[in-house]
């Protein structure tokens, strides 16, 4: 565990001791800091953790400062008027201070704002990002260097936006002592009571999962609740057409480098341009398709698992289950079970469209847009599809993950 410390670990312990607390700062002291145009979930989210008395059931009592980030009245979404109790000057008596969201991931936080969370860090406060409150964090700067996560379908703009920033879209959170991150929404109520097992125990933390009604603790990361959208500035990339290309032939067994020769890039530049684009390593965005292809047929056809193994560019199923448990947990034939008990039994499987079918819609956007960049050549000729039922044995070659940490590429 060589930077941050996602939420898959069982161990809960911080990865690095914390810096020495300013004398005017307190540890029970909690700073949520408000911005106008701030989602109303994610904004309650710390508020009902750290600001209600619970200390009957268990729970260690914080004190909670809301403050405001900039002039109010403050507007949510819904169109809902906050007046924030304090200003940013309660934010230099937290000892943790928190910021639930951002209101827009393309316009820039308040300079007083970033100022005050400088300072904070500085004198040894931890800084809390839930969802897309990483891109204030990240404009301050305290994320530089760091491994940090945000909600997936924001990952890549801030990977792109803050290069420096080490960004983990897998992740429901990311604690790397003094600066934690958390993916979207219900992933903000892990990283609270995270923060409260850390500060106060398992129990404290059981009981107030208890009173919230959630688990204490979820396994995995955001791995299954990824979809196939490509990042909203990939249609213009010349990396377009080769991600394009990869969606349409998952059911073909393909690595790293064929990719980087599609795009007439040496293996190194490649993964540099593909994580600036994805936030992710290729070889582990390639992996989460295929697994998320294998996701759509166990749902959706009758195909045994071997054959979805071959479908979906595995070079065995023995391939195929390591990195379908890996990432959502399960073995294919219990993901598979576990669906169909969901599903009504009214509800016939579908048979799923592989390959190119299953992802047209994407695919099509993104040739429109990137037509003009499109490879040519002999490296942009595709293979013959082999027998979905019979894979071959080459495979994609191993590589790295897109972080170091406790979660590596297989």
Avoid at 163 to 190: C, K, M, N, Q
Avoid at 357 to 378: D, F, K, N, Y
Wanted: proline share 9%.
């Amino acid at each position: 565990m060589s930077q941050g410390q996602s939420q898959s670990q069982d161990s809960i312990a911080a990865p690095e001791a914390a810096r020495k607390l300013s004398g005017r700062r307190r540890k029970e002291i909690v700073a949520v800091l408000l911005f106008s145009g701030g989602p109303i979930f994610e904004s309650s989210i710390p508020l009902s953790v750290f600001g209600i008395d619970r200390q009957d059931a268990g729970v260690p009592r914080y004190r909670l400062l809301v403050a405001g980030g900039e002039e109010g009245p403050l507007r949510t979404t819904g169109g809902l008027e906050l007046t924030a109790p304090y200003g940013l000057e309660a934010i230099a008596r937290a000892g943790t201070v928190v910021v639930p969201a951002w209101r827009s991931i393309t316009s820039p936080p308040p300079s007083d704002a970033l100022d005050a969370l400088r300072r904070a860090h500085e004198e040894g406060a931890r800084i809390v990002g839930l969802c897309t409150g990483a891109f204030v964090l990240a404009a301050a700067g305290l994320l530089d260097g760091r491994p940090a996560t945000t909600h997936w379908m924001y990952a890549p703009t801030l990977a792109k936006r803050y290069p420096s920033v080490h960004v983990d879209p897998r992740e429901l959170f990311v604690d790397d002592g003094d600066v934690l991150t958390s993916a979207g929404t219900a992933a903000g109520i892990d990283l609270c009571l995270h923060i409260v097992r850390s500060d106060h125990g398992t129990e404290a933390a059981g009981a107030l999962a208890r009173r919230l009604v959630v688990p204490p603790r979820r396994s995995g990361g955001q791995e299954r609740y990824l979809d196939r959208s490509l990042p909203e500035e990939i249609g213009s990339d010349p990396l377009a057409e080769v991600v394009a290309w990869a969606l349409e032939h998952l059911h073909e067994q393909f690595d790293v480098e064929t990719l980087a020769a599609r795009a007439y890039m040496s293996r190194r530049t490649f993964d540099r341009r593909f994580r600036s684009l994805t936030g992710s390593a290729p070889l582990q965005w390639l992996i989460t398709q295929r697994v998320l292809q294998a996701q759509r047929l166990l749902e959706t056809s009758e195909y045994s698992v071997d054959e979805v193994a071959g479908r979906c560019g595995f070079r065995s199923p023995v391939a195929l289950r390591g990195h379908f448990r890996r990432q959502l947990g399960s073995s294919p034939a219990a993901y598979r079970a576990a669906y169909r008990a969901r599903r009504p039994q009214s509800e016939p499987p579908a048979m799923a469209v592989t390959g190119a079918g299953a992802a047209e819609t994407v695919v099509s956007q993104t040739r429109r847009a990137a037509a003009a960049t499109a490879p040519s050549g002999p490296a942009a000729t595709s293979p013959a599809p082999p027998d979905p039922g019979k894979p071959s044995s080459d495979t994609y070659a191993p590589g790295r993950a897109a972080v170091p940490g406790p979660r590596s590429a297989p």
